[in-house]
């Protein structure tokens, strides 16, 4: 029996592409082997590496002068690896603060470069994001960093910021795919995979061509963009298992009428789980409503003893992953494109006979 | 239709592995999720991750002073994470070079230290290892470094070098679990686990403690082994999919009998596919007999126009994987731990043949 999975990442996955990798899980396609046994170098894997880029490239619509990564080290890796190929020591960079995962990728980026954080939304307690407009971005900066989604309080960008000819560069681990994204305005867009694009241990980088070259010279292999974008990320051996999962859930991104149908769906599960949240008053969601996330919904009860109750109650209806991260506390569903509207539904049902039983 | 798939990595997986992990591929033991789809701080997954770790410990006899990692970013990786961990910049450290990966080591450790190459088998061509007791280490050195089998190559040390109170590191991609291995002996041994642990998109990095504390300030925190052994290989999301499958090959490899059993299976496997090389006069092995691989076996016909026929021939009789490195041609035969003996009798029994057609 199948449970609804809340959790924020690793997260569910659509059970289509989980029953997919099953039916080839000893042979692929006639291959006589798995996926994960084949040479990266072969022309099978080779194959489905392309077709797994091609559609990464043709949903979000990628321009072609940006390379397409498949990378091992997560968005974590990442947090290192935008400065050391963006920067030359001694350089320094923007950084907007909007809760835990900018803050850690501030911190890492300190090991490299001098961060200047331009905002930081301490202020209303990382319940929104700057707002549009507002942000001023100084222009020896060598590139403007952001967390369009924060996974943790549940606060998403509603709005690309303009930085003139400063790069933006984006960490979109929680919300790539979950709507359309005009990769255009960006100079490197990077995410994590648990989230909405497979299992962990892959991230993808997306990185406009002529921001290639830049890296420094001890950056570890792995992390080099531009020696990865030169042997298509296939530099050592690439994370395989994983990227064929990726290609598969992209797959089924594209039979689910790609980004604009994921949109409709994500928004009438957002409006579905806010409003029940806002119509009670019994739950409560901090996050300022221009900029809450579509994927990550961070909710309270009145009273934090009926956590602990909440999430053991509706993990026994068959909803998991629900408790909120460890170092916020409360409940958190994340809905990600593979959590169907009838998961949402029955979280919203459930919400409703807690409040009465509690309320 | 299985084939015998003798890729160098990724590579063939034991067959009860896959079926096991298809068993489980939509609903792990009740959970209601596959194990890609668990957060990593799950009960269920956090058990999953221990467990792997006890029986990598309980196999390999892993010391209790040393901590055993679960990373991503492969050997490659380490080979950045070894000087970030070990080194201050400026430090000196020791690397024997036996081939096409030791190379690689030097080469990328160059980025971080004053690499010292104190023995170079070119003049051998790469064809064995050097002497016992021939090694002289420096004082100042860091540590000492050695590829323990060179995959490309085919070259294994048949000893572990004494460098004094100078850390020993190695990477044992390629031949970890095939035998037994005195890890006391060692202050580093990583390995790749798409040889003889599991899929690609993991490295297990078993590094004594004391060596710990000693990372560079700008260390890349996915590279940073003491901040990782604090967090139970967890400071990020770790490639949870890969931990869990690399648990199932640890448990078939102790289902087999543990590490005494491979190595007699290894050496069955080893004889017959070098017995068959020295007996005919067609097929020949360049390694010296002492330093021979015993899981990668490179082999030449004696007409290079030969390489690819005999390729293409063998694919059609289910004989998988067997050009050679696409540096050095000819033909190699991986027979890690899940190959099974009969796959080697199939592959001389087609050699044979071959020959016979074409002698």
């Known amino acids: 029996?199948?449970?609804?999975?809340?959790?924020?990442?690793?997260?569910?996955?659509?059970?289509?592409?989980?029953?997919?990798?099953?039916?080839?899980?000893?042979?692929?396609?006639g291959s006589g082997m798995s996926v994960m046994e084949m040479s990266h170098r072969s022309t099978e894997f080779v194959g489905i590496a392309a077709e797994a880029e091609a559609r990464m490239r043709s949903l979000l619509g990628v321009p072609d002068?940006?390379?397409v990564l498949f990378l091992q080290g997560g968005a974590t890796g990442q947090f290192a690896g935008v400065p050391l190929n963006l920067t030359a020591p001694g350089a320094s960079a923007a950084y907007v603060n909007t809760g835990s995962w900018s803050a850690k990728a501030v911190s890492e980026a300190r090991k490299y470069v001098d961060?200047?954080?331009?905002?930081?939304?301490?202020?209303?307690?990382?319940?929104?994001?700057?707002?549009?407009?507002?942000?001023?971005v100084?222009?020896?900066?060598?590139?403007l960093h952001y967390t369009l989604n924060e996974t943790i309080g549940g606060v998403e960008f509603p709005y690309v910021p303009?930085?003139?000819?400063?790069?933006?560069?984006?960490?979109?681990?929680?919300?790539?795919?979950?709507?359309?994204?005009d990769v255009s305005r960006f100079g490197v867009v990077y995410a994590g995979a648990q989230k909405n694009l497979g299992p962990s241990g892959l991230v993808v980088v997306i990185v406009r061509r002529?921001?290639?070259?830049r890296a420094r010279q001890d950056v570890p292999g792995i992390l080099d963009w531009t020696a990865m974008a030169a042997a298509d990320s296939m530099l050592n051996t690439p994370p395989t298992l994983a990227w064929y999962l990726v290609g598969l859930v992209l797959e089924w991104v594209e039979e689910q009428g790609g980004l604009t149908a994921m949109e409709e769906r994500n928004r009438a599960k957002a409006e579905l789980l806010y409003g029940a949240i806002d119509r009670s008053d019994f739950y409560s969601n901090p996050v300022e409503p221009s900029a809450r996330s579509w994927m990550n919904v961070p909710f309270l009860v009145p009273d934090p003893a009926l956590e602990k109750p909440f999430v053991a109650a509706a993990s026994r209806?068959?909803?998991?992953?629900?408790?909120?991260?460890?170092?916020?506390?409360?409940?958190?569903?994340?809905?990600?494109?593979?959590?169907?509207?009838?998961?949402?539904?029955?979280?919203?049902d459930f919400m409703t006979d807690f409040e009465k039983q509690n309320g």
Chains 1, 2 share one sequence.
């Open 65 to 67: 002068d940006y390379a």
């Open 1 to 29: 029996m199948r449970v609804h999975n809340f959790s924020a990442g690793p997260a569910t996955m659509p059970l289509e592409v989980l029953e997919r990798a099953r039916s080839e899980a000893t042979d692929w396609r």
């Open 210 to 213: 002529d921001l290639l070259g």
């Open 138 to 143: 100084p222009t020896g900066a060598a590139y």
């Open 162 to 181: 303009d930085a003139g000819d400063v790069p933006v560069v984006t960490d979109a681990s929680s919300t790539i795919l979950s709507r359309p994204l």
């Open 317 to 348: 209806a068959g909803l998991s992953g629900l408790a909120g991260h460890r170092s916020v506390g409360g409940m958190r569903a994340s809905i990600y494109n593979a959590m169907p509207l009838e998961g949402v539904q029955a979280l919203v």
């Open 115 to 136: 961060v200047r954080v331009i905002a930081d939304e301490k202020h209303s307690n990382y319940a929104t994001v700057p707002a549009e407009g507002s942000l001023e």
